[in-house]
């Protein structure tokens, strides 16, 4: 369904329904607001990476800097591997192999 911001998210939910207003975010929870969907990371990782085995773990910080905005911080879990803190765009590297192309030669 597509987010305010405009971007396809697997995790929001709107039911517009005969005049109802109601929007949610299944991976954020009660912490979400409509604003966290214009900065928020999720929307392009799955666009990005469809591995079933990785697991998205959602927090809402507020950066140094701009302490009136808020935004949402990602980090993966792989469920196979048991792996964490990698790049969410490109998966932990143990479910999918890398095509013969992009393999480095020596």
Known sequence: MKTPAGYECK???GDYYRGREREECHL???AWTSDLCR???VP???R???C?????RPEVTRPLLA????RVKVGPFCEKTGRSGFDPH???GECHALPAVFEVKE
């Open 44 to 46: 392009g990782i799955t």
């Open 67 to 70: 302490a009136f905005q808020r």
């Open 90 to 92: 490109t998966g932990c």
């Open 28 to 30: 954020i929870g009660a």
């Open 52 to 56: 079933e085995h990785m697991r998205l």
């Open 11 to 13: 995790y929001f939910y």
């Open 39 to 41: 900065t928020c990371p």
């Open 48 to 50: 990005a990476n469809a």
